[in-house]
């Protein structure tokens, strides 16, 4: 029998440094994520390099802003941002942003871990995420989440998605 490898497992604040390796997390995570809710053409058009000029500004949000980044054995796997409610109709004080994990680490324990990086334990929040994305849902309501009836559809990537409000 084989000795098990330990894995070292580091979730901490977003540095500007990382946005080359955000940007390309950020587009595998969009595609293992949206694959089956838009068309595989405008997932191509997902630029890593886009996305880690987005990260560029992301990093360097004030304190009212919350991005972590989960590192394995030193290379990112994923990331997490909060921050105040952008939506007018707003029904917390708070948003949680984005929460994206590479598909290999689903099951891991990383997800919880970015989660609790950017979410104070009884912070009320809110977030949006893609109504046929039921593992999402799934981690949402464990973590005491609940569907408040509000849906929209959204532009993404020149296509319609339509995302479900759940707040806590």
């Not at 990382?18 to 950020?26: I, K, P, Q, T, Y």
């Not at 680490?105 to 046929?132: C, K, M, N, S």
């Not at 559809?153 to 707040?167: A, H, M």
Request: glycine content about 8%; overall charge negative.
């Amino acid at each position: 029998m084989e000795p098990r490898v330990q894995t070292d497992i580091v979730v901490r604040p977003v540095r500007d440094v990382d946005a080359e390796a955000l940007g390309r997390v950020h587009a595998t995570c969009w595609h293992e994520t949206y694959d089956h809710l838009i068309s595989q053409a405008a997932l191509e058009s997902v630029s890593p390099k886009r996305l880690a000029e987005l990260w560029t500004h992301w990093a360097v949000q004030g304190p009212e802003f919350k991005m972590s980044a989960a590192l394995v054995d030193g290379e990112i796997v994923g990331f997490v941002g909060s921050g105040p409610a952008r939506d007018r109709d707003a029904p917390r004080t708070r948003e949680l942003y984005f929460i994206y994990l590479l598909d290999e680490f689903h099951g891991t324990g990383i997800g919880q871990r970015l989660f609790d990086a950017a979410v104070d334990p009884d912070e009320g929040i809110y977030l949006w995420v893609a109504g046929d994305n039921p593992r999402a849902h799934r981690f949402y309501e464990r973590n005491g989440f609940v569907l408040d009836g509000a849906a929209h559809t959204e532009p993404f990537l020149g296509e319609q998605l339509t995302e479900v409000r759940f707040v806590r």
